[in-house]
């Protein structure tokens, strides 16, 4: 369904776009059927939908993390967070063994998942950093950073990036723009 989706909303429009016409009115008429804006009248409308979106993604993303480690961690005593997400070669000493193809292999798999998941912490938390830059929210970062990631934990990475990114465009929808984009004079 997102293919045809895409090819109608995207890739028809565009290449419609760049069609000769002949007809200078057909050509204004296709350049502004091909730009999706909200309506001078309506500067916000398209916030609900970008609402309806984040939530349920945050929904989605907070079931698939529930419901894939609650089964996994339940079904098998023995196995724990640490097991999941540590590699099996970090001894008490930390010298690194290898004992099997499939253990490094991984290894390697937690390594990239644990850059990735700190870059992403990281993102979240610069977001909400940005937001105080620029004086849209005043937050605690430290704070902001503990519920990150208890929220990962809990919710998982996908759903806390959601959660982050739907207050950040929460804070940033109630921006109030310049007509004059120069910079004021000193």
């Known amino acids: 369904m997102l293919l045809p989706a895409l090819l109608l909303g995207y890739l028809l429009p565009t290449l419609l776009l760049f069609q ?8 204004d008429a296709m350049t502004i059927l091909c730009h999706r804006t909200p309506p001078a009248g309506k500067p916000m409308a398209d916030i609900p939908s970008l609402k309806a979106v ?19 961690l339940s079904r098998y005593p023995n ?14 000493s ?13 290894s390697l798999w937690l390594a990239d998942y644990w850059v990735i998941w700190t870059a ?6 610069l977001a909400v950093w940005d937001m105080n830059r620029v ?8 704070v902001v950073f503990v519920i990150v990631v208890l929220g990962a934990v809990a919710l998982g990475p996908g759903a806390t990036i959601v959660a982050v990114w ?13 007509k004059d984009w120069r910079s004021p004079t000193k």
């Open 20 to 27: 000769e016409y002949t007809d200078h009115r057909l050509a």
């Open 94 to 106: 930390g010298d690194l063994r290898f004992i099997s193809v499939s253990e490094r292999i991984r």
């Open 79 to 92: 196995l724990t967070l640490a097991k999941i997400f540590v590699p099996y070669s970090i001894n008490i």
């Open 135 to 142: 004086d849209r929210a005043r937050v605690n970062l430290r």
């Open 166 to 178: 739907y207050w950040r465009e929460e804070k940033m929808a109630k921006v109030l723009f310049r």
């Open 54 to 72: 984040y939530v349920s993604s945050f929904c989605a993303a907070a079931f698939i993390h529930i419901f894939t480690l609650s089964p996994a």
């Open 120 to 125: 992403t912490m990281a993102w979240c938390v």
